[in-house]
């Protein structure tokens, strides 16, 4: 069996209490029922066993803990043997819920800060900073790992630093961020902040480490560990080890791409994918040719694609944010 876990993102429902700016979801109000839940979890087990890895299952949504059977899916998904994590917004978690969430014993909830409060707000609405940060507290209280998850945009780079900071006075396990997926200019980074993002992050995450900080700051996404000091490179591997579930049944290579690959009420997850051209394409994915002289170039393999993607319409092209001048 390998190590590294095969993932799946399921969101099982499109609802959600907030409208944030930056949002991929144009639907908000789906959700998926309780038999299509079951199909989904056998056969993702199924596929698991024909690839010989074991399973995490990353429930999101929409807002995942809106979904009414929500605690229900996620002890099945424990009692199938898989590793669970759950990616929220983090407003509905008091102290019951905190404690009901620690019992199902997951890898880690994340919750979303996109700013300090008022960049935060401007983006997710009012209230929501108090209400995320109080479930980030309920959390650590109830001694579940929290991850906070910052997608940078142009209207939150500024306080970067100040949220890495309050992070690490919450019992913050992990700050990690990672950069919005749009073709609007008015809400991605210009390379030049992306540059400034990815150097304070990495002054901050050996700051932190020099300090002995409980925190772990993370910048290791695809084109910010490129230009880390981190160990180690991480490559965007859409097309491999991870899947996607809408609540719909539909099945995509990545929820920040815009491609739906099939449907698992259809078959199986294997037919899907041997179906695909786009999975082929994407396992088969080499360096992108404005990359090939590049010495990161193994590490790297031309950064994020979705984020090149949604800017360019190009899917295997040099990231937009590359600030390499070799
Ligand atoms: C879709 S949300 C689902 C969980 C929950 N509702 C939340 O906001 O955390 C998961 C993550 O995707 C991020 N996200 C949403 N739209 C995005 C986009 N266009 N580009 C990059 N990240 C995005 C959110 O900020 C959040 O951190
Ligand atoms: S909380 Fe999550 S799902 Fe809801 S609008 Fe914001 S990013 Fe979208
Ligand atoms: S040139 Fe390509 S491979 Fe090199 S750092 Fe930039 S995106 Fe990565």
């Given at each position: 069996?390998?190590?590294?876990?095969?993932?799946?993102?399921?969101?099982?429902?499109?609802?959600?209490?907030?409208?944030?700016?930056?949002?991929?979801?144009?639907?908000?109000?789906?959700?998926?029922?309780?038999?299509?839940?079951?199909?989904?979890?056998?056969?993702?087990?199924?596929?698991?066993?024909?690839?010989?890895?074991?399973?995490?299952?990353n429930l999101t949504g929409g807002e995942p803990?809106?979904?009414?059977?929500?605690?229900?899916?996620?002890?099945?998904?424990?009692?199938?043997?898989?590793?669970?994590?759950?990616?929220?917004?983090?407003?509905?978690?008091?102290?019951?819920?905190?404690?009901?969430?620690?019992?199902?014993?997951?890898?880690?909830?994340?919750?979303?800060?996109?700013?300090?409060?008022?960049?935060?707000?401007?983006?997710?609405?009012?209230?929501?900073?108090?209400?995320?940060?109080?479930?980030?507290?309920?959390?650590?209280?109830?001694?579940?790992?929290?991850?906070?998850?910052?997608?940078?945009?142009?209207?939150?780079?500024?306080?970067?630093?100040?949220?890495?900071?309050?992070?690490?006075?919450?019992?913050?396990?992990?700050?990690?961020?990672?950069?919005?997926?749009?073709?609007?200019?008015?809400?991605?980074?210009?390379?030049?902040?992306?540059?400034?993002?990815?150097?304070?992050?990495?002054?901050?995450?050996r700051a932190f480490v020099d300090a002995g900080?409980?925190?772990?700051?993370?910048?290791?996404?695809?084109?910010?560990?490129?230009?880390?000091?981190?160990?180690?490179?991480?490559?965007?591997?859409?097309?491999?080890?991870?899947?996607?579930?809408?609540?719909?049944?539909?099945?995509?290579?990545?929820?920040?791409?815009?491609?739906?690959?099939?449907?698992?009420?259809?078959?199986?997850?294997?037919?899907?994918?041997?179906?695909?051209?786009?999975?082929?394409?994407?396992?088969?994915?080499?360096?992108?040719?404005?990359?090939?002289?590049?010495?990161?170039?193994?590490?790297?393999?031309?950064?994020?694609?979705?984020?090149?993607?949604?800017?360019?319409?190009?899917?295997?092209?040099?990231?937009?944010?590359?600030?390499?001048?070799?």
């Open positions: 069996m390998a190590d590294a876990p095969f993932y799946l993102q399921w969101h099982i429902t499109s609802r959600c209490n907030l409208r944030c700016a930056h949002c991929y979801q144009s639907d908000y109000a789906d959700q998926i029922s309780e038999s299509l839940f079951q199909e989904g979890l056998e056969k993702f087990g199924r596929h698991l066993s024909r690839v010989g890895a074991k399973g995490q299952i803990m809106l979904h009414p059977d929500f605690f229900s899916f996620a002890q099945k998904i424990r009692d199938a043997g898989h590793r669970l994590a759950i990616l929220t917004n983090g407003t509905l978690i008091d102290a019951a819920a905190a404690s009901r969430l620690a019992a199902l014993q997951p890898v880690f909830v994340q919750i979303s800060l996109d700013g300090t409060r008022e960049a935060h707000e401007r983006i997710r609405g009012a209230g929501s900073f108090d209400a995320a940060v109080a479930g980030i507290d309920a959390l650590a209280s109830a001694g579940v790992k929290v991850l906070v998850s910052f997608t940078a945009q142009k209207s939150n780079a500024h306080c970067f630093e100040a949220l890495v900071r309050f992070c690490g006075e919450h019992g913050v396990h992990k700050f990690w961020w990672d950069r919005v997926v749009t073709d609007d200019p008015a809400l991605y980074l210009t390379t030049a902040q992306f540059r400034a993002l990815t150097e304070t992050a990495n002054r901050l995450r900080a409980r925190m772990k700051v993370d910048n290791g996404r695809a084109l910010q560990s490129t230009f880390s000091d981190a160990p180690c490179y991480y490559a965007c591997s859409t097309g491999r080890g991870l899947l996607i579930f809408l609540p719909d049944g539909s099945v995509m290579p990545c929820r920040r791409l815009p491609f739906v690959i099939g449907n698992y009420r259809d078959g199986e997850l294997e037919e899907i994918i041997r179906k695909s051209e786009l999975m082929t394409q994407l396992r088969g994915a080499g360096i992108p040719k404005e990359c090939v002289y590049c010495p990161k170039a193994s590490g790297c393999r031309g950064g994020a694609k979705c984020v090149t993607y949604a800017q360019t319409g190009q899917l295997f092209a040099r990231d937009v944010n590359c600030f390499y001048e070799g």
